[in-house]
């Protein structure tokens, strides 16, 4: 057998039997979920606190129209401003002009004790700015004006179209956007978990010196090669694991939310959906995500490992590793942008500099772009992981037999050159 | 023409009897120069001691001979033709650092190192139980690597290092973390697999095992080869005319009659019997005759032999030699 298969093979039984690699596959999707709804959560537990304000209507109009919520407690205050600020069963005070109705700019004012809240604030701007847009309608003495302003009203959501494609497809850039940003992060984390564990795989065989053993039966650059392939198989395994989840609860799921979408009014929701259903976008999507992510990880563990057998311990791999996390992070920044405007010139350059390629692209395919534009980033990106390891294998061949000093970012570069 | 023939044969013959021929071979870092020109011949089917102090080059040599590192420039030729990377199988090399997967059972991983050498999963797995029972750790099989002990963690080294019997094994530090009863059982096993044909080249700085093992040696000493040849020529080339007299008698009286013929003469002591050893250095080798007349004449000789320098003596003052004159060219023999 190959001895590269037989590396790989290693590399990969001896990751997926560990607990760790279950463990972690289970509760990486719980994470993810935990993560996205906590936030929802906090904000739906952590509401407002109940406020009672005091109010010192000089207009004389306003203040019987102000209506009371859960939290906010309007009370009408006769007495001066001085007297209130004194009163402690006041939270905070507001304060309206006489011609308020009139003369709203400026002419009304809140006074608190600790920061005010925003919510409170919006609350109250809200409901003065509707009573007095009400009185000012009033004082036109049209008949009916109101009920007139009401039908006037318009909510609009757009439908929109892509005419660049063979057959007009209804699309949501909410949607889009979404899924634009999920796949880039799924991405983002595999390329930075899973390439530095190839690095710190690396330090710890030349550490415990088990390198040495090996490399007198395969060349340096086998065991490198089936380093990265090894744990880039343990990449794809765990992927796979969590694309059959999805999909399980998708299946579960969908027709509830079909349901959903059928009853809402909201047609954003019905079009996200609709989208959502179309098997032949989700599978291009899945397809992408895969590819790019496979040469995303190719090319970045290929800088790691070359990283990983330069230094002896995780310490001293810090200052060298930047080489990958500033273009990884660089990436991620330009990714959240180019979900605004993804055809931006940015966003294409992004595209197809391998650094960024993978994540950048990732953001932008929801949206629709040129087949030729992916086949372009995808080509470039695997030439340029091919070019990577052959520099990787270079250094790496030098690197694992240098023990002692942290070599700079020149010194690897030398080391390549080494014949 | 007829002796150029004639030559080139016997140059063929010669080389097929050298398993390893290094030529000239040099090797730099960008900080300094592992290996200049170095040059030397293994005999196919002997023990070949490669010494040298710390930092002379020896590892760098092993790994250009074991494929791992290519040299700048010279040339390495493997049974006859220059080695490539398909000679990699045919030689076992037990790397002075050495570890284990710390999380893999032993058994597993003999298997692992043994594929890694080419070898078919059943016929690694017969000579593995073969080696585990000869070295009596079967009991380790489901071990987890870090339940051993170091020297545990050796014999396994050990074992995956011979086990696809290659033509050539190159050992380098063999002894160390061993206790003297294991280091003896892995002699042994040098020594026999030698015998059944194998060539090894052993890396130490256990001298005394260089003299129990070894049949040639070369001493590198900052990157050149300062010392190559047999053991027994090399200890009887450094002999310094030392012998060691035993006799009985007056002590103080033979020592007055001998005392002009010896350069140097150190007593080791008296023992129960009466009989006395000296340990003298005579000018030159026939002084001996002298020597022995005189002392016949006044004592009763119960011994008498010569003195040759242990390799530690030999090693010390090659290195130290070469150090005070780096200049110097490598003494042939």
């Given at each position: 057998m190959n001895p590269l298969k037989i590396i790989i093979a290693r590399e990969y039984l001896e990751r997926v039997k560990r607990k760790s690699f279950i463990i972690s596959t289970i509760l990486m999707p719980l994470l993810m979920v935990g993560m996205m709804v906590t936030p929802a959560l906090i904000a739906i537990l952590s509401g407002p606190e109940e406020r009672t304000i005091a109010v010192i209507d000089d207009s004389g109009v306003l203040a019987p129209t102000l209506q009371n919520d859960g939290e906010v407690t309007f009370r009408d205050f006769t007495g001066d401003l001085a007297d209130a600020k004194a009163n402690e069963d006041y939270d905070a005070i507001l304060v309206i002009g006489a011609d308020v109705v009139s003369n709203p700019q400026g002419n009304v004012a809140l006074y608190t004790r600790g920061a005010p809240s925003m919510q409170t604030e919006s609350y109250i701007t809200s409901q003065l700015e509707r009573t007095i847009e009400g009185l000012r309608i009033k004082a036109y003495n049209i008949e009916n004006l109101a009920q007139i302003m009401d039908e006037v009203k318009v909510s609009l959501t757009l439908n929109t179209f892509r005419i660049d494609k063979e057959e007009e497809s209804a699309t949501s850039s909410m949607l889009s956007y979404a899924l634009g940003m999920a796949t880039m992060f799924i991405l983002y984390m595999f390329i930075l978990l899973y390439g530095q564990m190839v690095m710190t795989s690396i330090i710890e065989e030349k550490n415990n010196r088990v390198?040495?053993?090996?490399?007198?039966?395969?060349?340096?650059?086998?065991?490198?090669?089936?380093?990265?392939?090894?744990?880039?198989?343990?990449?794809?395994?765990?992927?796979?694991?969590?694309?059959?989840?999805?999909?399980?609860?998708?299946?579960?799921?969908?027709?509830?939310?079909?349901?959903?979408?059928?009853?809402?009014?909201?047609?954003?929701?019905?079009?996200?959906?609709?989208?959502?259903?179309?098997t032949g976008f989700m599978v291009m999507l899945f397809g992408c995500l895969v590819l790019f992510l496979i040469g995303g990880y190719l090319f970045y563990s290929s800088i790691y490992a070359a990283i990983g057998s330069a230094v002896d311990n995780i310490q001293d791999a810090s200052q060298l590793q930047t080489i990958a996390i500033v273009p990884i992070i660089i990436a991620l920044v330009i990714s959240t942008t180019v979900v605004n405007d993804p055809n931006s010139s940015l966003a294409v350059w992004c595209s197809i500099i391998p650094f960024t390629s993978p994540m950048v692209m990732m953001a932008r395919l929801p949206f629709g772009i040129p087949g030729w534009e992916t086949i372009v980033s995808l080509v470039v990106l695997y030439l340029s992981f091919i070019a990577m390891i052959w520099l990787s294998a270079k250094i790496y061949r030098v690197g694992i037999f240098m023990y002692g000093k942290k070599p700079s970012f020149a010194e690897l570069i030398r080391w390549a050159r080494y014949k | 023409m007829q002796n150029y023939v004639i030559f080139t044969e016997k140059a063929r013959q010669i080389g097929m009897d050298n398993i390893i021929e290094v030529d000239k071979v040099s090797k730099a870092f960008t900080k300094h120069v592992a290996l200049d020109e170095v040059s030397l011949q293994v005999p196919r089917g002997k023990v070949y001691g490669l010494l040298g102090p710390n930092g002379a080059g020896k590892t760098t040599l092993i790994r250009i001979i074991n494929h791992i590192t290519a040299p700048d420039s010279g040339m390495?030729?493997?049974?006859?033709?220059?080695?490539?990377?398909?000679?990699?199988?045919?030689?076992?090399?037990?790397?002075?650092?050495?570890?284990?997967?710390?999380?893999?059972?032993?058994?597993?991983?003999?298997?692992?190192?043994?594929?890694?050498?080419?070898?078919?999963k059943h016929d690694a797995t017969a000579a593995l139980k073969e080696w585990f029972e000869r070295l009596e750790i079967t009991s380790w099989w489901d071990k987890k690597v870090e339940e051993l002990s170091k020297g545990m963690a050796q014999k396994v080294q050990f074992i995956v290092t011979v086990l696809h019997q290659p033509k050539l094994l190159i050992f380098d530090e063999p002894f160390s973390g061993f206790d003297p009863i294991n280091a003896n059982v892995l002699k042994r096993e040098i020594l026999h697999l030698r015998d059944q044909g194998a060539t090894v080249i052993f890396s130490t700085h256990n001298m005394a095992s260089v003299e129990e093992l070894c049949d040639n040696i070369t001493l590198i000493n900052k990157s050149h080869n300062i010392l190559t040849g047999p053991v027994a020529d090399l200890r009887r080339r450094f002999s310094d005319n030392t012998y060691e007299l035993g006799f009985e008698g007056d002590a103080e009286a033979v020592m007055a009659q001998i005392k002009p013929i010896v350069k140097k003469m150190d007593i080791l002591g008296t023992d129960r019997d009466g009989v006395t050893r000296l340990k003298l250095a005579l000018p030159a080798a026939d002084a001996s005759r002298e020597l022995l007349a005189t002392a016949n004449a006044c004592s009763m000789i119960r011994s008498f032999n010569q003195i040759l320098p242990s390799m530690d003596e030999i090693f010390i003052r090659t290195v130290e030699e070469s150090n005070s004159n780096s200049s110097q060219t490598p003494p042939a023999i």
């Open positions: 390198l040495e053993l090996v490399v007198s039966s395969v060349k340096p650059t086998y065991l490198m090669m089936g380093k990265i392939l090894g744990i880039g198989f343990v990449a794809i395994t765990q992927i796979l694991i969590w694309a059959v989840l999805l999909v399980a609860c998708s299946i579960w799921l969908m027709p509830v939310l079909m349901n959903a979408a059928a009853d809402s009014a909201d047609p954003s929701f019905i079009q996200a959906m609709s989208q959502l259903g179309d | 390495v030729t493997f049974d006859g033709h220059p080695l490539t990377a398909a000679d990699v199988p045919n030689i076992g090399y037990l790397p002075e650092e050495r570890g284990l997967y710390k999380k893999m059972k032993v058994g597993e991983q003999a298997l692992f190192f043994a594929r890694l050498k080419g070898m078919s």
